[in-house]
């Protein structure tokens, strides 16, 4: 199986922005940690990064067909990007929203998602093991 691992605004700076929210470890660190972890299960991970909305909709939409699911971590977006939403409502190919910090004990306004209703699910507050077991809910 093939996947894509797509995260958004500000997440190219995971490791160096709140690390008390987000840890110290880089993002290209993890991104190996879950490019590794598929592998040993005989599966691909591709990553892509963008801080741009209307480019976020674009690749969810070139994905579909071309993955067999799609991990997303929207940052910002996620709480009010109806765009983001919409890309994800109008393809075949599986989300699952991820969420580094737990959202749920955050500031008021991060407790609330756009996009889980047009996902197959949410795992959120387990820092980089999110992207982890996103994956591994796809191997099920």
Same mark, same amino acid.
């Given at each position: 199986?093939?996947?894509?691992? !797509?995260?958004?605004?500000?997440?190219?700076?995971? +490791?160096?922005?709140?690390? +008390?929210?987000? @840890?110290?470890?880089?993002?290209?660190?993890?991104?190996?940690?879950?490019?590794?972890?598929?592998?040993?299960? +005989?599966?691909?991970?591709? #990553?892509?990064?963008?801080? !741009?909305?209307?480019?976020?909709?674009?690749? !969810?939409?070139?994905?579909?067909?071309?993955?067999? @699911?799609?991990? !997303?971590?929207?940052?910002?977006?996620?709480?009010?990007?109806? %765009?983001?939403?919409?890309?994800?409502?109008?393809? %075949?190919?599986?989300?699952?929203?991820?969420?580094?910090?737990?959202?749920?004990?955050?500031?008021?306004?991060?407790?609330?998602?756009?996009?889980?209703?047009?996902?197959?699910?949410?795992?959120? @507050? #387990?820092?980089?093991?999110?992207?982890?077991?996103?994956?591994?809910? #796809?191997?099920?």
């Amino acid at each position: 199986m093939k996947f894509l691992v !797509l995260n958004g605004v500000n997440l190219n700076l995971t +490791g160096k922005r709140e690390r +008390g929210v987000y @840890g110290n470890e880089s993002w290209e660190n993890i991104e190996g940690e879950i490019a590794a972890f598929a592998r040993e299960r +005989g599966h691909e991970a591709d #990553f892509r990064q963008s801080n !741009l909305e209307g480019e976020i909709c674009t690749i !969810l939409q070139e994905a579909d067909g071309k993955y067999d @699911g799609v991990i !997303l971590n929207a940052g910002a977006y996620t709480h009010y990007s109806i %765009a983001i939403r919409d890309a994800i409502a109008a393809i %075949a190919t599986p989300v699952v929203e991820v969420h580094m910090s737990n959202v749920q004990a955050r500031e008021e306004f991060r407790k609330h998602s756009v996009l889980t209703g047009v996902c197959r699910g949410e795992i959120l @507050g #387990f820092g980089k093991n999110s992207y982890i077991l996103a994956l591994e809910s #796809f191997l099920l």
